[in-house]
């Protein structure tokens, strides 16, 4: 493993160079910001009719329609949507610098090859282990996220060390920049959110809930048991790894956790769970995903819409009503 931290950067390369940042939801807001308080030259690139024009015009940011943002820019940060980025960058390639580095928060569009980047563009990934506003706050607050950088294409010859600059730019390099890959961040990435973190999680709570409810249980004790207190796992998790959750919770806990846990996540969900990398892997699910977009949306729609309607739904949101500290 090669981890960089800010000893090992040189953020001179970028002193006096524009960089633009493509976007302005979660992490474009969060770098454009943290980027400027670094102390770098920062334009934002937006449609003038969007929704984020005047917020990041409010925030301070020199904000230009995109095709004229990145005229100029030694780096342009492509920060909308996987879906968006191929259209995005086909309709701005022309403008981008000869020599310039593309930069990417996650690796999909380059790996699927939605973005075939001009053979003169360094394209590199700076991807931070964490949503926009804690990379954000945390910047604030003198520390960093953890980021991943890869270099797809180095023109130039000084990709990473750009890549580099910009993760330092972002608070990223006080926490650790490890190297990696753009096929490994991306297929791990869309495998912890679909087997772990979104898919398999949300998947597990909503069966907890069920099988609760079908035996007779109240819903709203069901709904406290295996969705309220999940959280409180998860930080003692994010804290301190298996060993301080073990340390917290109770010794019946510990017992039910190592005797069922494997019942519940046997060798027919890891063998799932296998399926799923394979369909990351092969190109399966970017393949059926374009096509999902491409033709509207219709079944992402419908999957949505079941699980709203959900009656886990319905409890947790009048519970959560009366939880105020939620609110804050």
């Known amino acids: 493993m090669q981890m960089y931290s800010e000893s090992d950067v040189d953020t001179s390369c970028l002193a006096d160079r524009q960089i633009t940042i493509l976007g302005y939801g979660s992490q474009g807001r969060a770098h454009a910001l943290n980027l400027k308080d670094s102390g770098f030259n920062v334009v934002v690139g937006l449609r003038r009719n969007g929704a984020s024009w005047d917020k990041a015009t409010a925030d301070g940011l020199t904000v230009k329609e995109p095709n004229d943002a990145v005229k100029g820019a030694a780096i342009v940060m492509f920060l909308t949507p996987d879906m968006v980025q191929k259209s995005l960058y086909q309709s701005v390639v022309d403008d981008i610098d000869d020599g310039a580095t ?3 928060a996650h690796g999909f569009a ?3 090859k939605q973005v075939e980047p001009r053979s003169d563009l360094n394209v590199a990934l700076i991807a931070p282990k964490g949503p926009g506003g804690l990379v954000r706050r945390q910047y604030e607050e003198g520390h960093g996220v953890p980021c991943l950088v890869a270099i797809h294409q180095d023109a130039t010859g000084d990709a990473l060390k750009i890549a580099l600059a910009y993760a330092a730019g972002i ?3 006080r926490a650790g920049v490890i190297e990696t890959t753009f096929a490994e961040e991306t297929e791990t990435d869309l495998f912890g959110e679909q087997a772990v973190l979104c898919g398999g999680a949300t998947e597990l709570i909503v ?13 709203e004790v069901a709904y406290y048991e295996v969705m309220h207190e999940l959280k409180l796992i998860v930080d003692l998790l994010h804290e301190g790894g298996l060993k301080k959750m073990h340390k917290f919770i109770s010794d019946t806990a510990a017992w039910g956790d ?3 846990g494997p019942r519940v996540v046997d060798e027919a969900s890891r063998a799932a769970m296998k399926e799923v990398l ?5 190109g399966t699910f970017a393949r059926n995903w374009i096509a999902e977009n491409e033709n509207g949306m219709p079944e992402f729609k419908r999957l949505m819409q079941a699980d709203l309607d959900h009656p886990i739904e319905k409890v947790g949101s009048d519970l959560r009503g009366r939880m105020d500290w939620l609110q804050d």
């Open 110 to 112: 380059v790996h699927y």
């Open 171 to 173: 608070g990223g390099a």
């Open 207 to 219: 069966a907890g809930f069920e099988t609760l409810v079908e035996a007779g249980y109240q819903p």
């Open 258 to 260: 190592m005797v069922s």
């Open 102 to 104: 593309l930069l990417f």
């Open 278 to 282: 394979n369909d990351i892997q092969d």
